[in-house]
């Protein structure tokens, strides 16, 4: 289905070479999006163009998410290519299933590294991309989780900081509405928050495979709809988990 507000429009998606960010990008270039992914492994982002249906197309740029730099070469080079773009989702992202404990300091600081402070480098530097071109309607959209919001009791409570690098982006997500509603930006900013989805990112969990779960496509559509809705309305946090089908 093409879509209704961004036919044609760009989008640069983080992490985009597996799981769901390889899911969102497949969807909206199928809607008739021009897609940038960025990720280290491009191989993947560019073999996403064989299962293309619709209109749009995907572009793959080798970017290493923990270091600055490169998070700036790619925005500096995706401006330079295609001059501006409409959409960003920040959706690259990483856990470590251990006790805090138990965590060694390097574990702890490449989770925050990806985490929060590269979804922060990439958010500036969107806004400053988005704010260059006046009156330019825009969408940002941030992968979180429901463990941003609230952690659960489980019987083997393996998260360590993962939740406190999630509500770090929650608290982030609402100072920067603010920052765009005091700078009068065309900037709609929503915040997906899902619960286990059955991806690679679960396998340092041996529970998990017992537990109901989102697939790729669930999250994809979640986040399709936000894009979709009217130019005055802003979605502002999306929360999806999955739940057991009885009877079946």
């Given at each position: 289905m093409t879509s209704k507000h961004w036919y044609k429009k760009t989008a640069v998606i983080t992490g985009a070479s597996s799981g769901i960010g390889a899911c969102v990008a497949l969807k909206l270039a199928?809607?008739?999006?021009?897609?940038?992914?960025?990720?280290?492994?491009v191989e993947l982002?560019?073999?996403?163009?064989?299962?293309?249906?619709?209109?749009?197309?995907?572009?793959?740029?080798?970017?290493?998410?923990?270091?600055?730099?490169?998070?700036?070469?790619?925005?500096?080079?995706?401006q330079e290519k295609f001059t501006t773009f409409q959409i960003l989702i920040c959706n690259a992202g990483m856990i470590r299933a251990n006790f805090l404990s138990e965590s060694p300091t390097s574990d702890i600081k490449q989770?925050?590294?990806l985490n929060v402070f590269a979804t922060t480098i990439c958010l500036r530097e969107g806004l400053r991309a988005m704010r260059s071109t006046p009156n330019l309607?825009?969408?940002?959209?941030?992968?979180?989780?429901?463990?941003?919001?609230?952690?659960?009791?489980?019987s083997m409570p393996l998260f360590?900081?993962?939740?406190?690098?999630?509500?770090?982006?929650?608290?982030l997500c609402q100072t920067v509405r603010q920052e765009i509603q005091?700078?009068?930006?065309?900037?709609?900013?929503?915040?997906i928050n899902p619960g286990m989805v059955d991806t690679d990112f679960l396998k340092v969990y041996a529970t998990a495979?017992?537990?109901?779960?989102?697939?790729?496509?669930?999250?994809?559509?979640?986040?399709?709809?936000?894009?979709?809705?009217?130019?005055?309305?802003?979605?502002?946090?999306v929360t999806l988990q999955s739940v057991p089908i009885h009877g079946e």
């Open positions: 199928n809607a008739g999006i021009t897609v940038i992914g960025l990720a280290r492994r982002i560019e073999e996403l163009n064989n299962q293309i249906t619709g209109e749009g197309k995907i572009h793959a740029y080798c970017c290493d998410l923990n270091d600055e730099s490169s998070i700036l070469e790619a925005f500096k080079w995706i989770l925050y590294d309607n825009c969408h940002i959209i941030i992968m979180n989780s429901v463990l941003g919001h609230r952690v659960p009791d489980v360590s900081v993962y939740p406190a690098s999630k509500h770090a982006i929650a608290a005091f700078l009068k930006l065309n900037i709609k900013l929503t915040s495979s017992k537990m109901p779960k989102l697939n790729t496509e669930d999250v994809a559509q979640a986040l399709y709809y936000t894009l979709e809705t009217p130019p005055h309305v802003q979605v502002e946090d």
